[in-house]
């Protein structure tokens, strides 16, 4: 076997030669120029080639080699490493002879620090820009850019960016907010990898194995059955769509737009549109890449599933997500932060902090309270905590509207549980 100096080199012949003599060898948008490796833990790299075909994948001072399945697929794992900011480059070589090794791809500007996926659905997905002039820690936080050092990975994107003003523009605010907080506190790179969508229910982001493989689940939806009246439903849909034909109408007439459909009434335990369609094709894709953990900012879209609440659903999600992730030798218990369901507003008691100026003043409760209409979904989204591993970031206090224009706020992170990747609600406390 050549020295590894011997075997780097030769690595390092030329990638055009390779585009012509091993096209097939092909890698996911997600191993890319600029990409942030997570530190401290096992880094799959994976692709595809001509099956049988011999992969070899180069990093710092490792050679990882393996072959591919009969189905095309191939994956090696890096050992653990520390964290880096020297951009370096990454080789994946195609080719039976060590000795003649053909550079199929050469990234570039690769680091080594820590790795977060944020999803859900708008205020996760809610760019940069639409926020940027309402949120002043935001807005100071931009003041500062570029960051060289944190890097950015949106869904459908052709690879990973730098975070300059042009690419963080179009980038999760909240996302972006959260990983600069963190780049600021360890010192370390950061790569964030976004897959949110607008208007989305959690069952939309579990697959059904996930939601079927969860015993909570599935007893909430046999306890809902008992009581529940498919006729019932159905005829209140029919009165309700009556009168929303008639409105849309009127409404079209005007030269307005119709309010929403009704939704069909579905049994016990279906879900609206098929199971984890948004996962397999926003979130999915990313596996097996390593990741230190997951920020969720989703509630507004309730479930879409039927007699199941949010509590449940999302438990069956947290721990779909782990074990897909453990499955390809990732963490089996990574830490899930979620953000608080945000209707309902609240109130702040400093008016002027620019975390929580658009929050309402405190004043004095009136004699008769109203009902409260939130009340009932806001406590069954904070149990959410209550599931393994996982911690909730408050924002009762920044305004009152579902979109909130504070999307950095004030979190307080200890980097040395960040550095270990443990979380609990007794050490950690986030405010967004």
Same mark, same amino acid.
């Given at each position: ?47 595809? /080639? $001509? ?6 994948? &180069?990093?710092?001072?490792? *050679?990882?080699?393996? +072959?591919? #399945? @009969?189905? !095309? ?62 949120? /002043? $820690? ?6 500062? &850019?570029?960051?060289?050092? *944190?890097?950015?990975? +949106?869904? #459908? @994107?052709? !690879? ?14 909240i996302l972006f907010a959260y990983g600069a907080r963190l ?48 006729? &019932? ?116 008691w400093d008016m002027t902090n620019p975390t ?77």
């Amino acid at each position: 076997m050549p020295s590894r100096p011997f075997l780097l080199a030769t690595l390092g012949a030329s990638a055009l030669l390779s585009i012509s003599l091993h096209a097939e060898v092909k890698l996911p948008p997600a191993i890319s120029s600029h990409m942030v490796l997570q530190r401290e833990m096992p880094v799959p790299i994976w692709g595809t /080639a $001509a099956a049988g075909e011999d992969v070899t994948v &180069a990093f710092a001072d490792q *050679i990882k080699t393996t +072959k591919a #399945g @009969a189905d !095309g697929q191939w994956l090696v794992k890096l050992d653990p490493l520390p964290a880096s900011a020297q951009p370096r480059d990454l080789i994946v070589a195609s080719g039976p002879n060590p000795k003649a090794q053909i550079v199929s791809h050469k990234f570039t500007d690769v680091l080594v620090g820590e790795v977060w996926l944020g999803s859900g659905q708008s205020n996760m997905a809610g760019a940069v820009r639409s926020y940027k002039g309402k949120d /002043a $820690a935001l807005q100071k936080t931009l003041d500062a &850019a570029p960051y060289p050092r *944190i890097r950015l990975l +949106k869904q #459908g @994107a052709p !690879g990973w960016v730098e975070a300059v003003p042009a690419q963080v523009d179009g980038f999760s605010a909240i996302l972006f907010a959260y990983g600069a907080r963190l780049h600021a506190e360890l010192g370390v790179p950061v790569g964030l990898m976004l897959g949110a969508v607008g208007g989305t229910p959690s069952g939309h982001w579990l697959t059904e194995d996930m939601f079927k493989e969860d015993a909570a689940c599935q007893a909430q939806v046999q306890e809902f059955a008992k009581t529940y009246d498919f006729a &019932a439903a159905m005829r209140g849909y029919e009165r309700y769509m009556t009168a929303w034909k008639a409105s849309a109408e009127k409404a079209k007439a005007e030269g307005k737009l119709p309010g929403r459909e009704p939704a069909v009434p579905r049994q016990p335990g279906e879900c609206n549109a098929p199971f984890g369609h948004l996962y397999v094709k926003h979130v999915q894709p990313y596996l097996p890449y390593a990741i230190r953990g997951v920020l969720w900012d989703q509630g507004e879209g309730g479930t879409a599933i039927t007699g199941v609440d949010q509590f449940h659903a999302m438990g069956a999600l947290i721990k779909g997500w782990r074990k897909a992730w453990a499955q390809h030798g990732g963490q089996a218990d990574f830490p899930f932060l979620y953000v608080q369901k945000p209707s309902g507003g609240g109130t702040a008691w400093d008016m002027t902090n620019p975390t929580t100026i658009n929050a309402s003043p405190l004043t004095t409760p009136p004699a008769v309270v109203p009902r409260d209409i939130d009340g009932q979904a806001r406590d069954v989204h904070i149990k959410i905590q209550q599931h393994p591993h996982t911690a909730m970031v408050t924002n009762t206090d920044l305004g009152g509207m579902p979109h909130l224009a504070n999307k950095s706020g004030n979190l307080k992170l200890s980097s040395g549980l960040c550095r270990s990747g443990v979380y609990s609600n007794d050490d950690l406390v986030l405010r967004r």
